[in-house]
T-cell receptor
């Protein structure tokens, strides 16, 4: 079983739709949670970063963390064609010697005009 | 502010050869991380360098190695290249303080013929 499981998609939605992207994890030591967006032939771009349970909002993006259920989500409101990309969840533990990120496999999103 | 820069963009090698990939972190960042993004395997952690020292490595053979220079730039060396080393190699950087998010470059695509 992978430490981080992510709905693989692909996901296709009409412009203006609300998009929900989800990841579950098995390692309760994970304390920091991130969402990255990766366009084709580009590196991952940090979208959201949080370390507490609850919601964090930034513009059209909301990150939700439920540590008791080991479940994180990213919501995109009023989705745009420019949001078409692969979305990666990532997480890490709190440790001086272990800073590496563990990634989900990514969800490919297409927003249709 | 300049982001993480990686060179070369593409690298083509044959089996058994050696490859050297380079990374310049964001100004002020002292930690550099290397990840491999292979088709079907997702993003996997390779190495973490901080203040010139290797701090942690992922589950990769010793022929994957690297170093960090006094200006915090970094090299990833892959010896005795195998076909399965074909992948996008991503470099990320962050501040050293716990915990700071990692920012990625656009990667070097390594193709093994």
């Amino acid at each position: 079983q992978k430490e981080v499981e992510q709905d693989p998609g692909p996901l296709s939605v009409p412009e203006g739709a609300i998009v929900s992207l989800n990841c579950t994890y098995s390692n309760s030591a994970f304390q920091y949670f991130m969402w990255y967006r990766q366009y084709s032939r580009k590196g991952p771009e940090l979208l959201m970063y949080t370390y507490s349970s609850g919601n964090k909002e930034d513009g059209r993006f909301t990150a939700q963390v439920d540590k008791s259920s080991k479940y994180i989500s990213l919501f995109i409101r009023d989705s745009q064609p420019s949001d078409s990309a692969t979305y990666l969840c990532a997480m890490s533990i709190i440790s001086g010697s272990a800073r590496q990120l563990t990634f989900g496999s990514g969800t490919q999103l297409t927003v249709l005009p | 502010e300049a982001g993480v820069t990686q060179s070369p963009t593409h690298l083509i090698k044959t089996r058994g050869q050696q490859a050297t990939l380079r990374c310049s972190p964001i100004s002020g960042h002292t930690s550099v991380y290397w990840y491999q993004q292979a088709l079907g395997l997702g993003l996997q952690f390779l190495l973490w360098y901080d203040e010139g020292e290797e701090r942690n490595r992922g589950n990769f053979p010793p022929r994957f190695s690297g170093r960090q220079f006094p200006n915090y730039s970094s090299e990833l060396n892959v010896n005795a290249l195998e076909l399965e080393d074909s992948a996008l190699y991503l470099c990320a950087s962050s501040f050293t303080r716990v915990h700071q998010p990692q920012h990625f470059g656009d990667g070097t695509r390594l193709s093994i013929l």
